[in-house]
């Protein structure tokens, strides 16, 4: 097999085909279209699983499967870019969609007494594969497109992450309703073959200076060990119980984790897992830090999904609930290229406000479960689409603003932990908005008396309610989201590093790496 070297000029051994983009973008979808519609297809899975006299996997169980897909996914998205570097990105590649594979598998098979390990553990691998094959992929386009070619072949990459996560959904619902939640992962699998039959026999690319800095192996153990302590909090703290042992060791050992991992990294001189000195750029710190925040109202989708199916006698299949989502799908794909423009004319901080302030729109517009589902349906098919368009106008002004201005040595690194926080923000968004309808919903009570007076039947109060406060939590991540662009962001087109040899590619309001496209 020949190899290209990243420094090789795209096109001069080998150039990108339209069979290998072909192959890129299914391999990503397969972690964005069908991963992700996991929330969706939840309750499904949950009533296919267990059994009229046994219960194999919980609600709580089931959030958990719900959020460690992008949780394993933002902890290793950035060990494995550097592994691809080295082994090679086609190879990569194909290995990450070859564990979704047996992570989609695995999933499809839970059942019985075996189900609970056989779910988290698929899904588990489903965000492993992500982790490989999104930093690969990425790479794979830098190394053999150019010019206006690449920029087509990053804008298909983009449809096929963006696109997938907006018809998750939508996709989910259907063939869940239709077919089986089963279904999901079977396509799963047969897309993830395609991939790579599609993209077998392309030449080898691999970066061509190998660094000789070892992986921060402590950083990222640590790293994990304090991330999984706060995950089970979250998701088994009221089952468990707040004051137990159990999770006051586990508050323990989340605790020490964390400083165990602030004392590595602070004195790891050369390739940290975390470089925290990036964090003294005020504007990559509040523009990562809206970006975390942000993703973590994907809670906003999946919460109003699960309500919608839930509902007492008027719940609605995963079908119907996943339909009105269309409006998400569209306006996000359709709208990206606008965040881009809005870019270019304003610089990063208005559009970045305004995406966020939609968002917030989106909460407020969710929360009034109280409505007639009549009624409802209509505000979520404009909640869902504003949704879309505000993530649209907030996606590429944020990448610039968190890596346009860091020192050209360190828009790598950046753009690592900027990826990171948009998977980790997520499963952390997921896991506390699940946490919090499923917990209150289950107490079967009105929660916030006559703020919210409801209309229609009232056998599905405690669930609608406890859909409210998970959007009214989300609300909050969004004014967090908000303030810290307020804080970091300077106005116009102002950075807040001096490089002037970057000044070009700042004038182009596009970010420096591509790879970091999608926040």
Known sequence: MTTATSSTPPGAAYRGSTRLLVGIV??????WLFAGSMG????QVLEGINTPTHEYVSQNQMNLAVSITALVSGLFIVLMGGVAD???RLRIAIIGNGIGIVGSLLTLLAAGPAALPLLLAGRALQGLSAALVMPSTMALLRAY???????????????????????????????????????????????SLVSIALMLGTPESKAEHRTTDRFDTRGLVSFMVMALALMIII????????????????????????????????????????????????????????????????????VSQQMLQLAGSRKMSAWDASLLTIGYGVVIVAFIRVGESLLR??????????????VAVTAILMIPTNLLLSEYRVVAIVAYALFGLGLAFYATPSTDAALSNLPANQVGAGSGIYKMASSLGGAIGAAVSLTVFSSLASTGSSLVGDVLVNHGVTDNIAVRQAGAVAFAVNLVFVLIALVSILLTVPKGRKYNDDDASDEPARASGKPRDAAAARP
């Open 40 to 43: 969706t297809v939840a309750q």
């Open 345 to 358: 004319k304003y610089g990063p901080r208005k559009p970045m406000i305004w995406g966020t302030s939609i």
């Open 86 to 88: 080295r082994v090679g």
């Open 235 to 302: 998701i088994f703290g009221r089952q468990i119980g707040w004051g137990s042992p159990a999770i006051l060791v586990l508050l323990v050992i989340g605790v020490v984790a964390a400083v165990v991992f602030v004392t590595f990294e602070r004195h790891t001189p050369n390739n940290p897992f975390i470089d925290f000195s990036l964090f003294r750029n005020k504007t990559f710190a509040g523009a990562t830090l809206s970006n975390f925040v942000l993703n973590a109202t994907i809670g906003l989708l999946i």
């Open 145 to 191: 497109w150019d010019g206006r070619e690449r920029q087509a072949a990053v804008s298909w990459w983009s449809i096929g992450s963006w696109g997938g996560s907006g018809f998750a959904a939508l996709v989910g619902g259907f063939l869940a309703s239709n077919l089986s939640w089963r279904a999901v992962f079977i396509a799963s699998i047969v897309v």
């Open 26 to 31: 299914l391999g990503v979808l397969t972690f």
